[in-house]
């Protein structure tokens, strides 16, 4: 052996001869040696002298990263090469010109170099860290010797073929040490045969011997490499005790290495050890300053399942101070082990966008996908990043890819996040369209999910998609189910079979449903519109519990498109958590209030507390709220039932905030129906829809603050005569009403005449068309007037014959021609009627009779009737935003005042200074006294006397 060539040297010579056969033998080294005593010139060396090594382990091959991991000693080494001809250049004497020398000039310098010189600097970095290792320059030159075959052992063969019995004796704890490591590093599969190898139970054996001479860095090997080989020797339990009592000698970069074993550590006896790690690597952190070392401690603290967040967010500092020296796969692991525990941190990710913009096309295909994979997950990937930096690289590499996963994963990622690349989503689809037979039942949910706004692209592509389902509908997980009758659904699949096996299924493996898969399954078939009967006893009570609010508000919205399924136990279940939600710490989102609020329209849900606290984040919300999102939430409120509807618009009139940010929101939309116009100016058919459903939910809810711009933009559409002319929609009779609320009288009347020129008006329609007539005339006794533009004669059946009110019974007979709408001032319970009971009280105590809240012809809802003296109380369900009554109000005056009554109208405002100033009875005297012709005699002599 090698051990007895060393034996047969000189005594005086043997350390030196150690240490040269050490770095010459079997690597073809260029050794250069310096010491105290020059040894070419033939003077001995003392027997215990320190040599200085400067020529080691000169690579085989050429290192293609060597300009990134040389460092600043490797370009001190190569700039002295360049300069002298020789192989054995020194390092003593270079100059200071690599201060000035930047990055790129750097990498220059080791990138024109020689394979000849490449290896030499890379063994004169290797020597200098050598010199830095006090444990091995210390080492007995036999075991020197025994230390470098381990180290260039290549095989586990090789590596067990010097583990022999006697040597294995004589290996002290470096020895042990780097044998197991090397056997770690090289084995790869299974490790059972290693288990019978008699050399492997030597050297285990010795090392449990051993076990007290080891240092901490070789604990830290050793125990790494029992978790990589999966072998847990006797003596095990004693080195965690060891672990445990000197954790504080550990260096950070030790801590790392034991936290990444721990993660794949299956035994119940490293919970302790996990604990005070982790306990000493808070003290350790600032050592972690190397990009491998913070690498390693996220992705151990990931596996772990150690969601420390003030541990993280000191990770991400330090990986912040060093981003520069990071490699992409070390960022790729910090990415993976934030967006696994759902932790994020702006600056670090926004460092890391910036790297991304720069390094992208250096990703190789996994980190790619990794990268948009944690990207997406945290929401820190913003368009600009995936649609014009990421995509393109990927586009690029596609072929590359491993086919299905990845390419699956990258389409969930980019739907995901939001961001549809149609070029890159047409390319997926065509690669994965003959691939689809390789995919496993996640390759399906996740692709199935991506592409399901888009379907309709890629039509062949999903057809595939649904046969291999079908195929592979055992091997699915719930979660996987869930994901893709979600997928399916929102795609618009009409195939009831499909959704038949797939509920089917998940009725197999009920009890491992989770609560949220059963919201996405309810989405799914409520998309559908399909119901399979194995789906019935899908709703569970207790359920309800384990869903967090926005869940529950996806789970109420997806019933009530789904009536057949609703169960009342589940939906006050889903309520009463989202009332407790809505109290605590959880706030709405846009869409999660306009899915509530479209939910309380729907099932007619009295919920005035819910509505007020979600009235109450409105402000907050609307600021930061897409136009397709408002919309959609101030379309669900307009609809609201009449009580509800009252509660919005009192809080609209009381809260300047709101009104700011709902002015905000309008306007926005509207530029967004103008944009319509631009892009399509040869249709405005679309544009006209959108600008009358706008106009009609501001008119519902009494909106006029800036409904003047969408006013002038819907007549500047109507001087378009394909508008006028077009097909009758029914949206035509709801403008002509909304521009009358909302006192537009032009708009109003150029409405009325579109409508007039229809054959098919429906009796409701010319009801409401009627009532806005009235409002458009202005009238004496006669509510039409004049009636220049032939509306009265056009809507009323007896035209100028106006219904007079049967004295004898205010509720059983009404008016021929039906001028208003019941709808319209329907009964409410609001704060108006705490005002009309005041008003009352304080009558009484007057000593004037009178009637309460009644209807004139059943049709006319009036708070107070003295006689033919009718007290109105203008509350904010009467009055527009700027103030201004509303449309209907103004008409109901007319229509009251045409039957001969006296209307007298206080603001809801004058009621409550009097109620609060004590002075109710002198204002009620005031108003009785102008409508004074209205009054009986009796009533008359009390208000005047």
């Known amino acids: ?490 795609a618009g699949v009409d195939d009831p079979s499909l959704y038949r096996k797939l509920c089917d299924e998940v009725m197999k493996k009920r009890e491992q449903l989770h609560a949220k898969n059963l919201v996405e399954i309810l989405i799914g078939l409520a998309e559908a519109e399909v119901l399979p009967e194995s789906a019935l006893t899908l709703l569970n009570v207790d359920t309800a519990k384990w869903l967090d609010a926005k869940s529950c508000i996806q789970a109420l919205h997806a019933l009530s498109r789904l009536p057949q399924l609703g169960s009342e136990a589940f939906q006050k279940e889903v309520l009463k958590v989202i009332r407790k939600k809505a109290q605590g710490w959880w706030r709405f989102e846009v869409e999660d209030l306009a899915d509530l609020i479209e939910v309380m329209v729907v099932l007619n849900l009295q919920e005035m507390f819910l509505l007020k606290l979600s009235l109450g984040q409105m402000p907050r919300l609307l600021r930061n709220s897409t136009t397709t999102g408002f919309l959609r939430l101030w379309g669900g409120l307009s609809e609201l039932p009449a009580i509800a509807k009252e509660q919005v618009q009192e809080e609209i009139h009381r809260n300047q905030h709101l009104r700011n940010a709902i002015a905000s929101c309008i306007q926005q939309g509207i530029e967004a129906i103008a944009s319509m116009i631009e892009d399509n100016d040869s249709n405005t058919q679309p544009a006209m829809k959108a600008a009358a459903e706008l106009m009609l939910a501001c008119a519902s809810l009494g909106w006029d603050t800036n409904a003047q711009s969408l006013a002038d933009l819907i007549m500047t559409l109507l001087e378009d005569e394909n508008v006028k002319s077009g097909p009758h929609e029914a949206w035509w009779v709801s403008l002509a009403w909304a521009s009358g609320e909302l006192g537009f009288e032009e708009l109003s009347k150029t409405c009325l005449k579109i409508c007039l020129d229809s054959k098919d008006l429906s009796e409701e329609d010319r009801r409401r068309l009627s009532t806005v007539a009235l409002f458009v005339n202005e009238a004496g006794t006669d509510c039409f007037g004049p009636d220049p533009d032939g509306l009265r004669e056009a809507l009323c059946e007896a035209p100028g014959n106006f219904p007079q009110e049967d004295t004898s019974s205010t509720s059983s007979r009404s008016f021929k021609g039906s001028y208003w709408h019941p709808e319209m001032h329907s009964s409410s319970k609001g704060s108006s009627s705490e005002k009309v009971d005041h008003i009352s009280r304080a009558l009484v105590e007057m000593n004037l009779p009178h009637e309460k809240t009644v209807k004139i012809a059943g049709l006319h809802e009036v708070d107070i009737r003295l006689e033919r003296a009718l007290l109105l109380i203008l509350g904010p369900k009467d009055l527009a935003t700027s103030g201004k009554a509303l449309g209907s109000t103004v008409a109901r005056k007319r229509a009251l005042e045409a039957m001969g009554f006296m209307v007298k109208e206080i603001y809801v405002q004058e009621v409550e200074l009097a109620i609060t100033s004590g002075s109710l009875q002198e204002l009620l005297w005031t108003c009785l006294a102008e409508v004074g012709d209205g009054l009986s005699d009796g009533q008359k002599g009390l208000t005047f006397k």
């Open 1 to 490: 052996m090698a051990k007895h060539a060393f034996r047969s040297a000189p005594t005086t010579h043997r350390g030196c001869l150690a240490w040269r056969r050490c770095f010459s033998s079997e690597q073809r080294l260029v050794p250069t040696f310096s010491s105290e005593l020059d040894i070419s010139s033939g003077a001995q060396p003392a027997p215990q002298s320190t040599c200085k090594v400067h020529g080691v382990l000169v690579q085989r091959r050429r290192d293609p990263a060597a300009a990134r991991w040389l460092g600043k000693r490797t370009l001190k080494a190569t700039l002295q090469l360049k300069q002298q001809d020789g192989p054995t250049a020194t390092l003593a004497g270079v100059s200071d010109e690599l201060s000035s020398t930047d990055e790129g000039a750097q990498n220059s310098i080791v990138t024109s170099l020689s394979l000849r010189q490449q290896r030499q600097a890379v063994a004169e970095r290797k020597a200098e860290e050598m010199m830095e290792n006090q444990d091995l320059l210390e080492l007995h030159p036999d075991r020197l010797a025994v230390q470098q075959d381990l180290l260039t052992a290549s095989s586990v063969g090789r590596v067990l073929a010097l583990c022999s019995a006697e040597e294995v004796a004589q290996m002290d704890a470096i020895n042990l040490v780097t044998a197991c490591h090397r056997i770690a590093k090289l084995h790869h599969g299974s490790s059972a045969f290693l288990k019978e190898n008699p050399h492997f139970e030597w050297l285990i054996d010795r090392t449990g011997q051993k076990l007290q001479d080891l240092k901490p860095r070789g604990m830290v090997h050793i125990f790494w490499a029992l978790v990589k080989l999966e072998h847990w020797p006797s003596w095990l339990p004693e080195l965690m005790t060891l672990f445990t009592i000197n954790i504080d000698t550990f260096t950070g970069r030790d801590l790392s290495v034991i936290l990444g074993a721990l993660a794949k550590f299956p035994k119940a006896e490293g919970s302790e050890l996990k604990e005070a790690a982790l306990a000493e690597l808070r003290f350790r952190l600032p050592q972690l300053q190397g990009p491998t070392d913070i690498a390693c401690v996220a992705s151990s603290l990931c596996r772990l399942h150690v969601r420390d967040e003030q541990l993280f967010a000191a990770l991400a500092i330090s990986a912040q101070r060093s981003i520069a020296d990071f490699s992409m796969s070390d960022i790729v692991s910090v990415l993976w082990a934030f967006a696994s525990l759902n932790l994020t941190h702006s600056e670090l990710f926004a460092e890391i966008r910036q790297v991304l913009h720069r390094e992208a096309e250096n990703c190789s295909p996994k980190e790619l996908t990794q990268i948009t994979w944690a990207l997406s997950r945290l929401k820190e990937a913003d368009e600009d990043l995936l649609r014009h930096v990421m995509a393109p690289v990927i586009r690029a590499k596609l072929l590359e890819f491993e086919v299905p996963r990845d390419l699956c994963t990258l389409a969930f990622a980019y739907s995901n996040a939001r961001v549809m690349e149609e070029g890159l989503f047409s390319d997926l689809a065509h690669i994965l369209s003959s691939k689809v037979r390789l995919m496993n039942a996640h390759d399906i949910s996740s692709v199935v999910a991506a592409f399901a706004t888009i379907e309709y692209a890629h039509k062949s592509f999903f057809k595939a998609l649904k046969r291999h389902t079908k195929a592979t509908l055992q091997t699915f997980t719930p979660l996987q189910l869930a994901r893709t009758i979600h997928g399916f659904g929102i």
